[in-house]
């Protein structure tokens, strides 16, 4: 069934052995076209702030033109669509980000894009939806009345979950022609296209951290950022006092309170269960600033690093991630996505621990310009 609802060539990479995967220069095209290499900065105004001598860059990928990392895995998968000889693409987003990734993606490609948005988000992320249907895209609220998915869990008062998003992208493909689905997280190609992030910010960096921090939803920016940086770590190559940490929502807290089992990655099972730390497929969290955090599950590769103890994870109150967003704001003039601020109150809260002088390094994932909502509810002073 796999091969009725994926590009060919991301299943053969979910599943590859091989260390290194070619980008087709296609995708490297385009890459170049919405602005890679993104920036590595040093964030000197949050050091003052904080009135602590440490010293903390970030990886800026909201400079690319969704306003997040989420375009680097979407270039290659609608690439890979269409080389398979689809015409339309589906798939589900919560906070909107990955869907406005797959909804430029597919018009530079040529594709037809149909985005499935959790309700709670697509009432409160409307410009992200008018920004989905200027690249072209055709945008439900899930659960929808368009699928059978849909209809079951369907009420005025459901808030949806990525879970359900999923299973109803899935079967919208299952249900037509020349369409494939595109996964915005959790599966490993995603997590391997994300890894441009890393092998960038190795080359930029001018110190080697102390600590890598990411946010995590289902896994690809942390992962993207981190994993070229563990591969050198446990190969002896680098990064030897390196410690990575994972920032996640209290909300949607799988790697500090979730079990590792397995267990589906969408709702109603269409989805082949991989072993993940995960709260249960049926779990659907509160409807939180950070919807792209409300996920149930995290990838399988970063799973085990967390049970291996290769990966620490702490999770975090939206209030008082909002608290470190605003002075982040305030103090390098980039107002962080609410995802990306769960990484800044991490490394705020780092920076109190650890000695003068020390290091980190973090993802800023994507910036918060089209999350007036949250910002507005956040009541910040």
Same mark, same amino acid.
């Given at each position: 069934?796999?091969?009725?609802?994926?590009?060919?060539?991301?299943?053969? $990479?979910?599943?590859?052995?091989?260390?290194?995967?070619?980008?087709? /220069?296609?995708? =490297?095209?385009? *890459?170049?076209?919405?602005?890679?290499?993104?920036?590595?900065?040093?964030?000197?105004?949050?050091?003052?702030?904080?009135?602590?001598?440490?010293?903390?860059? %970030?990886? %800026?990928?909201?400079?690319?033109?969704?306003?997040?990392?989420?375009?680097?895995?979407?270039?290659?998968?609608? *690439?890979?669509?269409?080389?398979?000889?689809?015409?339309?693409?589906?798939?589900?987003?919560?906070?909107?980000?990955?869907?406005?990734?797959?909804?430029?993606?597919?018009?530079?490609?040529?594709?037809?894009?149909?985005?499935?948005?959790?309700?709670?988000? %697509?009432?409160?992320?409307?410009?992200?939806?008018?920004?989905?249907?200027? *690249?072209?895209?055709?945008?439900?609220?899930?659960?929808?009345?368009?699928?059978?998915?849909?209809?079951?869990?369907?009420?005025?008062?459901?808030?949806?979950?990525?879970?359900?998003?999923?299973?109803?992208?899935?079967?919208?493909?299952?249900?037509?022609?020349?369409? =494939? *689905?595109?996964?915005?997280?959790?599966? /490993?190609?995603?997590?391997?296209? $994300?890894?441009? +992030?890393?092998?960038? @910010?190795?080359? $930029?960096?001018?110190?080697?951290?102390?600590?890598?921090?990411?946010?995590?939803?289902?896994?690809?920016?942390?992962?993207?950022?981190?994993?070229?940086?563990?591969?050198?770590?446990?190969?002896?190559?680098?990064?030897?006092?390196? =410690?990575?940490?994972?920032?996640?929502?209290?909300?949607?807290?799988?790697?500090?309170?979730?079990?590792?089992?397995?267990?589906?990655?969408?709702?109603?099972?269409?989805?082949?269960?991989?072993?993940?730390?995960?709260?249960?497929?049926?779990?659907?969290?509160?409807?939180?600033?950070? @919807?792209?955090? !409300? %996920?149930?599950?995290?990838?399988?590769?970063?799973?085990?690093?967390?049970?291996?103890?290769?990966?620490?994870?702490?999770?975090?109150?939206?209030?008082?991630?909002?608290?470190?967003?605003?002075?982040? @704001?305030?103090?390098?003039?980039? +107002?962080?996505?609410?995802?990306?601020?769960?990484? +800044? !109150? @991490?490394?705020?809260?780092?920076?109190?621990?650890?000695?003068?002088?020390?290091?980190?390094?973090?993802?800023?994932?994507?910036?918060?310009?089209?999350?007036?909502?949250?910002?507005?509810?956040?009541?910040?002073?």
């Amino acid at each position: 069934m796999l091969t009725k609802i994926l590009p060919s060539a991301l299943i053969d $990479q979910e599943f590859t052995a091989e260390r290194w995967i070619p980008i087709p /220069e296609e995708v =490297r095209e385009a *890459y170049a076209r919405m602005g890679r290499p993104t920036p590595f900065r040093r964030a000197e105004g949050f050091e003052r702030r904080l009135g602590l001598k440490v010293h903390i860059y %970030y990886k %800026y990928e909201g400079a690319l033109p969704v306003g997040s990392h989420k375009l680097n895995t979407a270039l290659a998968q609608a *690439y890979y669509a269409k080389l398979d000889g689809a015409e339309e693409v589906a798939t589900e987003t919560g906070a909107g980000q990955w869907g406005m990734a797959v909804s430029l993606a597919a018009a530079l490609f040529g594709l037809k894009a149909v985005v499935f948005m959790t309700r709670s988000s %697509y009432n409160s992320k409307r410009q992200r939806v008018a920004f989905m249907k200027t *690249y072209g895209a055709t945008v439900y609220p899930s659960p929808s009345d368009v699928t059978e998915t849909g209809r079951k869990f369907n009420r005025p008062d459901h808030p949806g979950s990525l879970g359900i998003a999923i299973s109803e992208a899935v079967e919208y493909t299952l249900a037509g022609e020349r369409r =494939r *689905y595109l996964p915005g997280s959790v599966l /490993e190609f995603v997590l391997i296209h $994300q890894s441009v +992030i890393g092998l960038e @910010a190795i080359r $930029q960096m001018p110190e080697e951290p102390d600590y890598a921090v990411g946010c995590v939803g289902g896994g690809s920016n942390f992962g993207g950022f981190a994993y070229p940086m563990i591969g050198m770590k446990l190969r002896g190559e680098g990064f030897g006092r390196t =410690r990575f940490l994972a920032a996640e929502s209290a909300a949607a807290p799988k790697l500090t309170a979730g079990e590792y089992r397995y267990d589906f990655p969408d709702a109603v099972g269409v989805l082949p269960m991989i072993k993940m730390y995960t709260l249960g497929h049926d779990f659907v969290p509160p409807a939180v600033h950070a @919807a792209g955090l !409300r %996920y149930h599950g995290a990838a399988p590769s970063l799973s085990i690093l967390k049970r291996l103890g290769l990966v620490e994870a702490v999770a975090y109150r939206q209030e008082e991630v909002f608290e470190a967003a605003v002075a982040f @704001a305030r103090s390098e003039g980039i +107002i962080p996505a609410p995802e990306s601020s769960h990484a +800044i !109150r @991490a490394v705020a809260d780092l920076a109190k621990k650890l000695p003068p002088g020390s290091v980190i390094a973090f993802n800023l994932s994507g910036h918060g310009l089209l999350d007036v909502d949250a910002y507005e509810k956040a009541h910040v002073a």
